[in-house]
């Protein structure tokens, strides 16, 4: 290369980066931002070396509390909250199953139920799907909204015969697992809890609590499909009734809900909250099958409506008219995403019977909701002999990413909408102490999480500044103490961080691992003759 050609080089780098890493004999290199580089743009000299990625288990087991099931805040500050119901079984994972289990509330206190005498109609559960948000937590599968329009002539308005036109509109729900023929419908059950959910205990926050059931409230077969109404008057299109995007379980044990509730009318059981949610204690929804799909809903949209009638006296004249109560299910009342698993005999319990600290594990399995997670650690030998690279030759790191492909054998349903995201953390080491959880420095500085290759199917971990700090030797205060940078294990995750509507993220462990519905196995680091393994991938500059 000649001197003008070396230095046009040199002025072009410098343009892009803001750097002085050609010219100053002790160059030091600044955070260069990992965007420039993505989809393998970065110019330069790339290395890769070996690393050892593993599998780690979190015993099927996860925060799911109402504190974790937040996908994020709304613009205007509130919770969007996502929990998961079905069962799905497959041969790799084996068998996940979720329930949902939630306590709820009067809407007020010592509730007079209007007038005397008051008695059950019905009693009904309204599922709602999560909003569709920003960060893709729920979204229908293709075009099938199918719209239904009819006319009812006698339909009551006030008491009165009115003909009215009913529009219905129909959407899939997202599902994760079978999709079609029998695997449509699952039948959702309601049932009494006779446990105490107390929020204040530690054990009550996690996926793999079981809790005692009382009575079944009533069952019902979802078929896959959420529905929103629209009537409105013949007359004058005036709207009479509208029900949002939903499913509407009936519940049959009406006796339950008059003798629990309407009968308790004065008495100490409905005098406050915290004597009803000691009494009633909650309701647990759960499905019968294992087999069939995962779908996500919104628990702050979960509706519980009782409609009863009551005895009213207007001069002298009884009537019974009918109105409803509306269980508070949202707000302040404990909630819990309860997991099951069964994975006996499968590939993931076989993996997770024999991890490889030392040399890594063939397969890594990652599912979220409290399944497995991979570890990827860089030996401390590679940072030396980057150090070693960056002191002799003066070099300046461009681009560091761990790349990680997806197995060949990965489990692949093309009619289930796959969504897969990642979180990925620097760890003191094992078991994960979830007091020193960080997100990496990456983040931190705005360089971004990972990219993936669709074509090649792989995904590239941004850790340039990760790296950077440990070939370079800056510090770190922990404890108040300054100390070098120290080389973490890195631990990946399904599910995603937290936003809220502007895109700022809630917090290192505000994520959306407790209801990631995704599973996915990636290629690790055993086989030294794979050229898929998993490696760190350095591109740097050097001053020649």
């Known amino acids: 290369m000649t001197h003008t050609l070396k230095r046009t080089f040199a002025m072009l780098l ?57 996908s994020g805040l709304n613009e205007s500050g509130g919770a969007l909250t996502v929990g998961v119901l079905g069962a799905f079984t497959e041969s790799q994972f084996g068998m996940q199953r979720a329930s949902y289990l939630t306590q709820l509330r009067m809407p007020v206190d010592n509730f007079d139920f209007n007038g005397a005498n008051p008695k059950v109609d019905s009693v009904v559960l309204v599922v709602r799907p999560p909003a569709n948000t920003t960060s893709n937590t729920y979204y229908f599968e293709g075009d099938s909204l199918k719209t239904n329009t009819y006319t009812k002539t006698d339909f009551p308005v006030d008491g009165v015969a009115t003909e009215v036109s009913i529009e219905k509109k129909t959407y899939p729900v997202r599902k994760y697992g079978k999709i079609g023929g029998g695997s ?12 105490f959910l107390d929020s204040n205990d530690d ?11 009382g009575e079944l409230l009533g069952s019902g077969v979802f078929d896959g499909n959420v529905s929103s109404i629209s009537i409105t008057k013949k007359s004058d299109n005036s709207v009479v009734f509208t029900g949002n995007l939903g499913y509407r379980l009936k519940l049959s044990n009406t006796d339950f809900f008059q003798t629990h509730i309407l009968d308790k009318k004065g008495k100490p059981e409905l005098q406050d909250a915290s004597n009803f949610i000691r009494y009633f204690k909650g309701i647990r929804i759960s499905v019968d099958e294992t087999d069939k799909y995962l779908y996500q809903f919104s628990p702050n949209d979960l509706q519980l409506i009782m409609y009863y ?5 207007d001069n002298g004249t009884t009537t019974r008219p009918q109105t409803n109560l509306v269980f508070n299910v949202g707000g302040l009342n404990a909630h819990i995403g309860q997991y099951e698993y069964n994975r ?12 490889n600290t030392t040399d890594g594990d063939a397969k890594l ?16 030998a590679t940072i030396a002999a980057l150090r070693d690279i960056y002191n002799k030759d003066k070099a300046g790191i461009l681009s560091a990413k761990i790349r990680v492909y997806v197995d060949p054998a990965s489990w692949k349903n093309t009619n289930s909408t796959e969504d897969r995201r990642f ?16 997100f990496t420095s990456d983040l931190s500085a705005g360089l971004g999480l990972y990219n993936y290759n669709t074509d090649k199917m792989y995904y590239d971990f941004i850790v340039t500044k990760t790296v950077k700090d440990l070939v370079e030797g800056k510090t770190e205060t922990v404890n108040g103490v300054v100390q070098p940078v120290t080389n973490k294990p890195l631990w990946i995750n399904a599910g995603t961080f937290a936003a809220n509507a502007t895109g700022n993220l809630l917090g290192v462990r505000n994520t959306t691992r407790a209801f990631d519905m995704n599973r996915v196995i990636l290629t690790g680091s055993s086989d030294k003759t794979n050229a898929n393994r998993v490696q760190l991938k350095v591109t740097y500059a050097t001053k020649k």
């Not at 449509?184 to 446990?195: A, D, G, L, P, Q």
């Not at 054990?203 to 059931?213: A, G, I, L, Q, Y």
């Not at 006996?344 to 991890?355: D, K, N, R, V």
């Open 14 to 70: 410098l343009a892009i980066f803001g750097s002085t890493i050609l010219y100053n004999c002790e160059p030091d290199p600044d955070s260069l931002g990992e965007q420039l580089f993505n989809n393998d743009a970065a110019q330069g000299n790339e290395i890769s070396y070996d690393v050892i990625a593993y599998n780690y288990n979190n015993n099927d087991s996860i925060r799911s509390d109402a504190a974790r099931l937040i």
């Open 184 to 195: 449509k419908s699952m039948k959702i059950n309601v049932h009494e809890i006779t446990t």
């Open 203 to 213: 054990s009550f926050k996690r996926s793999n609590k079981t809790v005692s059931t």
């Open 309 to 313: 009638k009551y005895d009213k006296v």
């Open 344 to 355: 006996g005999g499968t590939p993931s319990a076989s993996a997770l019977a024999s991890i």
């Open 365 to 380: 399995y990652v599912q979220g909701m409290g399944g497995p997670s991979a570890i990827v650690k860089i030996p401390d």
């Open 423 to 438: 979180t990925i953390n620097p760890i003191t080491g094992t078991p994960v102490d979830f007091s020193k959880l960080a």
